[in-house]
């Protein structure tokens, strides 16, 4: 696929707690049909964030990505801090921005195409670069992983109160209060993304930069989280949430969308309701199987 005929994309990522958007950002570089111009962190502390996402692209060879930081609101170490403990932000050789929301408004406002926004976290950041610059909105789509509809987390069959959202409450109301378009994967369709059998031996048994980047920080995730029976007896990964959003921002072709309005309640829920907003939503899977030999295959390949 020609550059130019690429998709324009920002990730806006809280990676550091769990380790979903590490798979995420594993994806998202192994997808040719997605030009990324900036990646941006956001919530708690976002400069081991940032340093996070600065190693993993330095071993990937793509520090032709500029980075944007978040504003930090917590000192405390991130869950996978012990991957970047030696890691100096200065050392990465790509661009930096220390202010994160100027980066993104700057980004799409000089973009000569649509920028697709992709978030995989709580949204301050977006809901700061909308009060920042509103014309964001006349160049650029809203892509998340957010919500619950009718399914909750790991395929329980009722709605739950999704993180990223409760996380930031008034900022995902002011997101998807927004007068761009707007699609998100609830966990309806992301709450159940797991890789067992043959799609977990592939990604065990590939050692590619990107991949082996991938398993050394779910390592230290496993550990932390004391869950060394996902690898060692269950032989399966933890729910990859955030690689569903990483594929909607290039195809919707193995999900089904509906549009819905969905109301975001005072304590977090995402319901369809009457006074809601107009949001394209991920309800359901046409071939979810698919899905993960795509993420597999993308993953290992060269």
């Known amino acids: 696929m020609l550059k130019n005929n690429k998709i324009p994309v920002i990730l806006d990522t809280d990676i550091g707690l769990d380790i979903d958007d590490t798979w995420a950002l594993g994806l998202l570089l192994k997808c040719p049909e997605l030009d990324v111009k900036l990646i941006s962190t956001v919530s708690r502390n976002t400069h081991i964030k940032t340093r996070l996402v600065a190693k993993f692209l330095e071993i990937a060879n ?110 995902c109301q002011e997101v998807f209060r927004a007068p761009w378009e707007k699609t998100i994967t609830p966990l309806d369709t992301c709450g159940n993304i797991v890789l067992s059998g043959e799609n977990f031996e592939q990604i065990i048994n590939c050692d590619n930069p990107i991949v082996t980047s991938i398993k050394e920080n779910l390592e230290i995730w496993i550990k932390k989280r004391k869950q060394s029976e996902l690898l060692k007896t269950q032989k399966k990964t933890s729910i990859l949430f955030d690689t569903v959003a990483i594929y909607l921002a290039f195809s919707e072709e193995l999900l089904n969308i509906q549009n819905l309005k969905i109301e975001l309640t005072k304590i977090g829920q995402t319901k369809e309701s009457e006074n809601g907003n107009l949001i394209r939503c991920a309800t359901s899977w046409k071939d979810i199987q698919a899905f993960k030999d795509l993420v597999v295959q993308r993953l290992i390949s060269d």
């Open 62 to 171: 793509r520090t032709d990505i500029p980075l944007g930081i978040g504003p930090q609101i917590s000192r405390r170490k991130e869950l996978l801090y012990d991957w970047v403990k030696e890691y100096n932000l200065s050392e990465y050789p790509g661009i930096i921005y220390e202010n994160s929301i100027e980066a993104i408004c700057n980004t799409i406002m000089e973009s000569d195409k649509p920028i697709t926004l992709i978030a995989i976290g709580p949204l301050g950041n977006i809901a700061e670069a909308l009060i920042s610059n509103p014309k964001i909105t006349q160049n650029a789509r809203f892509v998340g992983m957010h919500g619950s509809i009718n399914i909750g987390y790991a395929g329980k069959p009722s709605p739950a109160i999704e993180y990223n959202v409760f996380s930031d409450i008034q900022s």
